[in-house]
Structures are given as structure tokens and as C-alpha cells.
């Protein structure tokens, strides 16, 4: 039977974790829909790791739960933008991903008063799961990785300037 999740730690990933990494967004409906080999993947987050922008969540025992990957300057070279966040099929709806997303908001409102992230049209969860912390909409973009799939422009504002103050 599976254990209950006590403890989530967030921490910078390295190579180690890269296995993990890829079984998280693998086994899911974007891992699916947009398809990368292992390889291909093995060599996207390879990269990620070196420039150190993958932090995963590992828990009580240090098993590796999901990861984030936040480029700080990845949105318009001036915003943090969320690369991937995927959790582990058998972890989901147990707040990993809340905890990986408020570590997004922790890093990138030190760094700046908006954040991105994209959601494809069909991953209404994850839609969900962002408006609940506060992303809200700002745009749409047709076709971006794939023919027929749409990309929501999703950005969370500094909660002290959410009312224009
Ligand atoms: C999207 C994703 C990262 C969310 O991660 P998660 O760990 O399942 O997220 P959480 O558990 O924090 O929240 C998900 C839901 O579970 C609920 N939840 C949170 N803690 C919970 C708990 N202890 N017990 C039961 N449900 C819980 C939340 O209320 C949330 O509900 P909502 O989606 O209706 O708002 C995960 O589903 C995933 O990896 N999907 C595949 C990859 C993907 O689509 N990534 C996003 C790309 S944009």
C-alpha cells in the first residue's frame, strides 16, 4: 500500500534525479500529446540541470516525488517563466505540485513582479490547479507546439500590486 506523503522538500535537482524527472512527465497527457523520446528528453533536462534551473521534490525519505524548472529570465528576457512541472502518476492530487508552484512564486517574485506559464487547452487540471494560486489568463497562442493545440498564457502578479496599487 502507498504511504501517506508526511514531508515535501523542495531542492535544487541534479543529474541524479533525471530519471524520476522523465518518468513524471512521461506518464501523463502532455507527456503523451506531445511526445518526446527519452532521449530527447534525457538531453532537454540534462540541460536544465546544468544551468540549475530544475528543483524537485523529494519526500521524507528523499524519493523523488516531481520537479519545476524555472528559467528566471526565461519570459520576454526579463520574467521567470515555469519550463515544466510534472509529478509522479501515483503522487498527483496530494499538493506536490502546490508545493513545486509556491516555490516558483517564492524564487520568482524575488526576482521580479510577474510569472509566466503555459497551459495547453486540453490540461484543464492544470488549469486549475494555477488559477487557484492566482495565475490568471492573458492570452492565447494557436499552434505553438502543435498543429491544432492552443497554449494559454497564463502570469501571476505580485500579490501587492494585484490591486494596481
Ligand atoms: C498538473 C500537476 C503538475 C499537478 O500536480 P499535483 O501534485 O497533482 O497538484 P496538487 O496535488 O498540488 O493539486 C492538484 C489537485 O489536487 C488537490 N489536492 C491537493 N492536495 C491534496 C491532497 N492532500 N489530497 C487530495 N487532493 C489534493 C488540489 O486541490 C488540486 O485540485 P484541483 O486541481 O481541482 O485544484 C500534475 O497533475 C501533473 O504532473 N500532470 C502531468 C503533467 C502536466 O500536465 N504538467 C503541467 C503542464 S502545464
Keep these: 500500500m502507498q504511504k501517506n506523503i508526511v ?10 534525479y533525471l530519471p524520476d524527472c522523465i518518468e513524471a512527465h512521461k506518464y501523463s497527457e502532455l507527456g503523451e500529446i506531445y511526445h518526446h523520446p527519452d532521449e530527447e528528453m534525457a538531453e532537454m533536462l540534462t540541460d536544465g540541470f546544468y544551468k540549475g534551473e530544475i528543483y524537485v521534490a523529494l519526500d521524507e525519505d528523499g524519493n523523488c516525488l516531481g ?4 528559467a528566471l529570465y526565461g519570459a520576454f528576457y526579463g520574467f ?3 519550463r515544466i512541472l ?5 503522487y498527483r492530487g496530494k499538493g506536490v505540485g502546490t508545493a513545486l508552484l509556491n516555490h516558483y512564486e ?3 517574485f524575488a526576482r521580479a513582479g510577474r510569472l509566466f506559464i503555459l497551459v495547453s487547452d ?5 488549469r486549475k490547479l494555477y488559477e487557484r494560486l492566482g495565475f490568471v489568463q492573458v492570452g492565447t497562442i494557436p499552434d505553438l507546439f502543435k498543429k491544432g493545440i492552443k497554449e494559454f498564457v497564463m502570469v501571476r ?3 501587492e500590486e494585484e490591486s494596481g496599487s
Design 80 to 82: 521567470p517563466y515555469c
Design 157 to 159: 502578479y505580485r500579490p
Design 86 to 90: 510534472a509529478v509522479k502518476k501515483r
Design 122 to 126: 486540453f490540461n484543464e487540471r492544470a
Design 67 to 70: 520537479f519545476i524548472w524555472i
Design 106 to 108: 517564492k524564487m520568482g
Design 7 to 16: 514531508q515535501i522538500n523542495i531542492v535544487q535537482g541534479n543529474i541524479e
